[in-house]
């Protein structure tokens, strides 16, 4: 090799190494994103998924309020791995089908829905918006879908149900007294709410490192009050220094699957078990009258380490055998990713953080277009996989790799 040889290859050699390091420079990804800073904003119309909702929502939010919404638990492992398990599954589509007319509406409990995607139920929309739940709900109608209304909203329930004439549901944590959660569930179900959540998956206040920092109490056992923000309603301070290891004990701590019937009995409209991972579970919330349950991890505000849904749902599918719809939530964010779990079986998805996204940008615009950006995206994956309607959904549409 001459000497011109050496020379050349020694500078091929530094341009590729040049390249490798601008395209893992930050500087570079940053390139290919679109950037927005507080005075480049984009307008709703630019958003073109629902990952996109999130950083406007970020930018408009009090950091607090944004780490509320945004935050897991612990390493934030569980909330990750709702996203990574869909990667495992593969959608296997069918062609030459006439896809030209779709179908997205179903029925749950007896109420025809636009789409099989309901708006989860999360706790102080005002966190998100001054419109707060209002915004939600009305938006969740235009979309013609269900909204689920946290029984720590930060409007009155009363108040939320009026904001439309569309169908809710109600989730409840139940209070310290029987005399008082029935009451509570009573008047719910007097203000039209068309089914009541039972969320069993909290019993107690989690480890969220974002608040610690935020020095924002509430969630995190031994830190002092509850916040506005804070989940179930507990008996503050007695039972706090009560316990020996500064656990915050919500109600649902105390209780065993009998309470699931107590809740029908005050209810009388369907009561669905909301928070299960497992085969075993479902079967006693069948066994104790659960009407439906939702498969779900609480989008990994809870327990770290807790499975994804979807990858728990076939064996739950397989337990509960259709004698009770099954809804799933935590990490939704896709068409594809709905189309999965409705074509393993689950009968809706339901979504939490991705409307309070919505909101947070732009008010109600904001939610209504992540509805539509879901309803868009799970039509055009059915159409692509030659699919025209939910109920013909079949696990064989999708494989787990
Ligand atoms: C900010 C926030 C507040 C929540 N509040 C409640 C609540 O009050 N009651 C409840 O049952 N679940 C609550 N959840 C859990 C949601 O109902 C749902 O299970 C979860 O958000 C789904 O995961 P995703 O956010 O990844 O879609 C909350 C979730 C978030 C993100």
New binding site residues.
Partial sequence: MTHADRRHLSRRRALRSLAGFLAASPLVQAQREIVYTPDRMPTLDDIVNVFEMEPVCRLRLPKQNYD??AGGVDNEWTMKR?RDAFDRFTIHPRMLVNTMKMDLSTTLFGTKIGMPVLV????GHQLAHPDGEEATAKAAAASKTIMCV???ASLPFEKIAQATDAPKWW?L?PREDDESTEARVRAAVAAGYKAV?L?VDAPYNSHRERLLRNREAGQVPGQGAATTTS?PRRRRGAAETAHPYRLQPALVAAWDWTYVKRVKDWAKVPVLV?GLLTAEDAGLAKEHGADGIVV?N??G?YLDYAPSTIEVLPEILKEVNGRMPVLI????RRGTDILKALALGANAV?????P?WGLGAFGQAGVEKVLQMLESELALAMGLAGQTTIQGLRPSLVRLH
Avoid: C, E, M, W
């Fill in positions: 509320f919404i709702n989860a139920p999360t706790a946290s029984s720590v989730q944590y959540i969320t989940a909301k779900s609480h989008g505000r939530d935590s990490g939704f339901l979504v939490g953080r991705p309070l």
